[in-house]
């Protein structure tokens, strides 16, 4: 790799003429710039971002350290760090992502993080959680996206899981439905009573009992979405359907559920409408029929959290985001 020497040995100025070239260029004669910057091309010189920070050098762009609890190991939430990324260049800014895994020691993580010398801190989790902060995190500008804390009072940013399975369930009564059988998520995650409540909010406004639905909690793990298929069967006498639609908790169950009910010769959306929710990246529209469901608002939860830091916002509000419902065929 170039160093700094070499470029200014390659242009024929000084190390400190270099530096002014890469830190401050307005300052430097114009033939002169041009010069430095050829030899840098040439090069292919990468400056130090670590060592100008150290040095302090006002002109170091501001970075973004992410410590990425499962959120980019996993297909289902990469749009948050692809925003925070695409938000810190329109800004003049940049981000680092640091993972931390399932074993991993947050103290050990944190100190990782925290050794790049960010300028603020973006904790993200893949699912909507509760988390712990690492205290070290909040002698820095810090926000929370994709989850909340109850330890400590800080800026977070994430769905609006009520409001969007209230718009999904009222699109759907809108329709004509009336008995959906209701897949939902293992209990214990938070945003499965939030959906939960949404759920309950557009059945009572059409005097009708949520209680009085099926409702299936699946537990934690993939290997239960393959216990679905029997629950579904189980409500169904010679191919006659106790319930005329199927509410889903994830566009994952909804792709077990169209398994399924295909393979019973059961045509949706004619016989039984089904509704996602999620948008899964790149899965949505390849249904047949695309599947209705609710789009998760991650790219809007990067955005927002990047742009909390940049602005220097001093909130410490929890701020949760519309989650659009998209109308396609199943419905």
């Not at 988390?131 to 609006?160: M, R």
Request: aromatic share 6%.
């Amino acid at each position: 790799m170039s160093s700094l020497k070499a470029v200014a040995e390659l242009a024929h100025v000084s190390l400190m003429t270099v530096s002014r070239a890469i830190n401050t260029p307005e300052k430097l004669n114009p033939e002169t710039l041009i010069k430095v910057q050829a030899a840098i091309k040439q090069l292919n010189y990468v400056p130090n971002i670590s060592a100008l920070k150290i040095r302090g050098a006002k002109t170091t762009p501001g970075s973004i350290g992410v410590l990425a609890l499962d959120t980019v190991t996993t297909p289902f939430s990469v749009d948050i760090t692809l925003a925070i990324e695409e938000t810190a260049r329109a800004q003049g800014w940049h981000s680092f992502v640091i993972n931390m895994l399932k074993y991993d020691d947050p103290a050990d993580i944190t100190k990782l993080l925290l050794s790049y010398r960010p300028s603020g801190i973006i904790y993200t989790t893949m699912g909507l959680r509760k988390v712990k902060v690492p205290t070290t995190l909040l002698n820095y500008p810090c926000v929370l996206a994709n989850c909340e804390s109850d330890d400590v009072k800080l800026a977070s940013y994430i769905p609006d899981d009520k409001q969007g399975q209230y718009d999904a369930v009222q699109a759907l009564l809108k329709a004509g439905y009336r008995k959906p059988l209701c897949l939902h998520l293992p209990q214990e995650i938070i945003a499965s009573t939030r959906r939960r409540e949404g759920l309950e909010q557009a059945f009572h406004e059409h005097q009708i009992d949520p209680d009085s639905l099926i409702h299936i909690y699946i537990a934690d793990g993939d290997i239960h979405y393959l216990n679905v298929p029997e629950k579904i069967i189980a409500h169904l006498k010679n191919k006659k359907s106790s319930f005329d639609s199927i509410i889903c908790c994830n566009d994952r169950m909804a792709f077990v559920v169209y398994q399924t009910l295909l393979s019973l010769n059961i045509k949706i959306p004619q016989d039984i409408a089904v509704v996602g929710y999620d948008n899964m990246v790149g899965v949505g529209n390849l249904f047949i029929p695309a599947l209705s469901t609710v789009q998760i608002p991650h790219y809007e939860i990067g955005r927002l959290s990047a742009l909390h830091i940049i602005n220097g916002e001093k909130h410490k509000e929890t701020i949760k985001i519309h989650s659009d419902y998209l109308a396609r065929e199943s419905l």
